[in-house]
């Protein structure tokens, strides 16, 4: 692999101790400040995410070498509140561990089922391998990983390609249930159990042409009963039940998870939930792939929390910011109610100097005398622009009717490299990178009419880094 000058390598790594990474403020021009980015180097999907004693784990693909992708690693950060993340050494390496480590999931044994249990912690297993799943496991609390059985097979789907596997726990059967993306006539995922994490049996296949790469299976709950949600990279998905051996829907066609869409490299890429969290919320962090900067490539989203909640559709993914931000929040300004012109809506947020920071407001639009209205996020002239169009009704240009009481509610997190766009309680969902260098540190709420605000609250945000977490 080409090394650029930034690269630190040793001759001879070591599980847990090898750390390629240069000093950094996190200061660097177009640098997240409150979304995850791996300290130097590439980083694509998110892997293995979970919870274990206090701890979160965000394992990913890695290239910790050069600004592309090239021969993967898992990198890894730890976090105590899914909000301020500590970069740690190396998790997995090619020239440690065996196989192709590609993209795939995590879980912690509790119960011990494994029976690979040496002393007080619980064994962290991760999935991984292309053509052919391997284990390996950690006894140390997620620092360091061996391959299970010199790394044999564990798991092999059908078909001549596979890849990403995803792992969960199956309450009803009281089994291991494990999602793996293939080839065999089409795209798909190939469904296996196992009783200890180590011998798998495959039991279906659900196909789909829709169903590409990182498949994410998940038990959620809906109107009091449990259901499942199954996913891939994209983020398209369908609800449907899972009997322990197969999954059935009644839907012909996906819904997506977010209003953006697009492949590998894209703002939303193969998100992944994280197991053994102790609230069972449903978490998960996706790849945003536009995001690039003087020794990095690649972050990881938001945490986003997932619900599933019935609508006059059928059932459908919401999702919202996790409550966490509030840790970020350094000082907090309100307005509203209030009716506003064009001329006092340009004034309204004026005195606002903003970088990072979390907007929340609530409109009236049921007797509005508006056709369009906007948040411009910067001061420059060309500063990215939220827009709503009351005539074609339609949110930053997707469709998004107003409640039945005549409100909409919108929610935006602005970083200095990512825009977040949420509305209506998580129904919508945007997910963007976008470059905000040179946008000017202000806002300015535009309209072309007068405009009843309900409340408007912005949050300036601190940084993730600035806690001396990295270290």
């Not at 998790?91 to 065996?98: E, F, G, Q, V």
């Not at 609530?362 to 056709?371: C, G, I, P, V, Y």
């Not at 622009?385 to 009351?390: I, T």
């Amino acid at each position: 692999m080409t090394q650029p000058d930034w690269a630190v390598v040793t001759a001879s790594p070591v599980a847990g101790e090898y750390f390629p990474y240069v000093d950094t403020d996190y200061q660097e021009a177009n640098r997240g400040q409150f979304h995850f980015s791996s300290r130097s180097g590439w980083m694509n999907d998110p892997n293995g995410l979970l919870y274990y004693r206090g701890t979160y784990h965000l394992y990913y693909q890695h290239n910790p070498y050069g600004l592309a992708w090239d021969t993967m690693h898992w990198g890894h950060a730890t976090s105590p509140d899914l909000i301020h993340w500590r970069q740690q050494p190396i998790a997995l390496d090619p020239r440690i561990h065996p196989g192709d480590l590609w993209s795939g999931g995590g879980v912690v044994d509790t119960r011990d089922t494994s029976g690979l249990k040496d002393g007080s912690h619980d064994p962290i297993v991760v999935f991984s391998g292309t053509q052919g799943v391997r284990m390996l496991y950690s006894l140390d609390g997620g620092s360091t990983f061996t391959a299970y059985d010199d790394g044999r097979v564990v798991a092999q789907p059908s078909g001549t390609e596979s890849r990403d596997p995803k792992v969960c726990w199956h309450e009803q059967s009281g089994r291991w249930v494990m999602v793996v993306w293939s080839d065999a006539g089409g795209n798909g995922v190939d469904f296996f159990v196992s009783a200890d994490l180590r011998d798998w049996e495959r039991v279906s296949r659900f196909a789909a042409g829709w169903l590409f790469e990182c498949p994410d299976f998940t038990p959620m709950a809906l109107d009091g009963d449990v259901t499942y949600v199954l996913r891939d990279a994209r983020g398209s998905y369908l609800v449907g039940d899972f009997d322990g051996r197969e999954f059935r829907t009644s839907w012909s066609e996906p819904c997506t998870i977010t209003r953006n869409t697009g492949g590998a490299g894209s703002d939303y890429y193969a998100a992944q939930s994280f197991e053994n969290l102790p609230d069972d919320r449903v978490v998960t962090l996706a790849w945003q792939g536009g995001n690039r900067g003087s020794i990095w490539t690649g972050n990881a989203s938001f945490p986003v929390q997932q619900r599933l909640v019935s609508t006059p559709d059928g059932p459908r993914l919401f999702s919202e910011p996790i409550d966490e931000i509030r840790l970020l929040r350094s000082s907090t300004t309100k307005w509203g109610p209030v009716e506003l012109s064009p001329d006092t809506a340009r004034d309204l947020l004026s005195a606002e100097a903003a970088d990072t920071y979390e907007l929340e407001a609530t409109f009236d639009l049921s007797a509005s005398q508006a056709t369009a209205f906007s948040f411009r996020l910067g001061t420059a002239t060309d500063a990215r622009s939220v827009r709503y169009d009351l005539g074609s009704a339609q949110l930053d240009g997707y469709d998004l009717p107003v409640a039945p009481d005549g409100t909409l509610s919108l929610r935006l997190l602005v970083d200095r490299g990512q825009l977040d766009i949420f509305a209506t309680d998580g129904a919508f969902y945007e997910c963007l990178n976008v470059d905000f260098e040179g946008a000017g540190h202000g806002l300015q709420l535009v309209t072309d009419g007068p405009l009843m605000l309900k409340s408007l609250t912005l949050h300036q945000l601190g940084s993730i880094w600035d806690d001396g977490l990295p270290a």
